[in-house]
């Protein structure tokens, strides 16, 4: 059952270099990650989380849905310390959110705003421990609203409100960006490979102080040599995020402290988290 990390990534370059192949000679199709693209990913998945939504009791039971094994019936194999382990997936995003959760309380913030709110698990969970915070998601498919709507009313949670947003179109929260507020994506930039760049922009532009970026930086390391050579041709494979560091620290380091932890987690081993946290100076 166990893994090494080279013997992981090995196994996911041959795949990245059969999909390259296939798109260099036209044989597959290369995603162009745009809104309507998201639509079809997600419409499914949540449609599906929303029809079953009786049978996650709690909001841990709700945030804990991950199983076992992919969609395609494989083992589900995850990153926890650069090393590659089985059946942790759950436990790895629980670990990123305790990450998320240390960051917003050193912050001490009146609303919290996620980019890309998804589902919802991540807000339902904080919005049931601390209620003196009001906490807001922003999420381009309705379906994943409605879900996570239905899962607030649910667990009778109120201190929380999911909204229908294209983070492109700035001026519809932009207000909602204030001096006392924490902002933080997981895993959403990386779905808008070209215009992540417009949110962030709003970020500089606001008074928000504190945000925690939680995205697939690219950050090479040796002892990760397949595995990393494999995330990057998923990059380009795949339509996925690139640049992220490079435009914070040319565009936001005259306004914001920049700090980037390469955090060695991932639910995918080859899409692993790093954490880019930017204060304010």
């Not at 001096?179 to 779905?191: A, G």
């Not at 760049?197 to 990760?224: C, D, G």
């Not at 005259?254 to 946290?277: C, R, W």
């Amino acid at each position: 059952m166990p893994k090494s990390i080279n013997q992981h990534g090995l196994y996911r370059l041959k795949i990245e270099l059969k999909n390259f192949i296939k798109q260099l000679f036209f044989l597959q199709s290369k995603p162009t990650r745009n809104s309507e693209l998201i639509y079809d990913i997600y419409h499914k998945i949540r449609e599906e989380k929303l029809q079953k939504l009786n049978n996650f009791k709690t909001p841990e039971d709700y945030f804990s849905d991950i199983t076992f094994l992919t969609t395609d019936g494989k083992l589900r194999y995850s990153l926890l310390n650069n090393k590659i382990v089985f059946g942790k997936a759950n436990f790895i995003n629980f670990k990123i959110i305790e990450i998320i959760e240390g960051i917003m309380n050193d912050s001490n913030p009146s609303n919290v705003i996620e980019l890309g709110s998804g589902g919802g698990k991540n807000l339902l969970w904080f919005a049931s421990r601390y209620k003196n915070i009001n906490f807001i998601g922003l999420e381009l498919s309705p379906i994943s609203v409605d879900l996570a709507r239905a899962a607030a009313k649910k667990y009778n949670i109120k201190n929380i409100n999911f909204q229908v947003c294209d983070l492109t179109k700035i001026e519809t929260y932009e207000h909602l960006l204030t001096e006392t507020t924490f902002v933080y994506s997981h895993h959403t930039l990386e779905e808008m490979p070209r215009i992540y760049k417009l949110p962030l922009r709003a970020l500089k532009n606001s008074s928000v102080k504190l945000i925690a970026l939680l995205e697939p930086v690219y950050m090479f390391k040796f002892s990760r040599l397949f595995l990393d050579i494999s995330k990057r041709l998923r990059i380009k494979n795949r339509d996925r995020l690139i640049g992220l560091k490079r435009f914070c620290k040319k565009n936001l380091s005259k306004v914001f402290y920049i700090e980037i932890v390469d955090l060695g987690l991932a639910v995918k081993p080859e899409n692993s988290t790093t954490l880019v946290i930017l204060k304010r100076k």
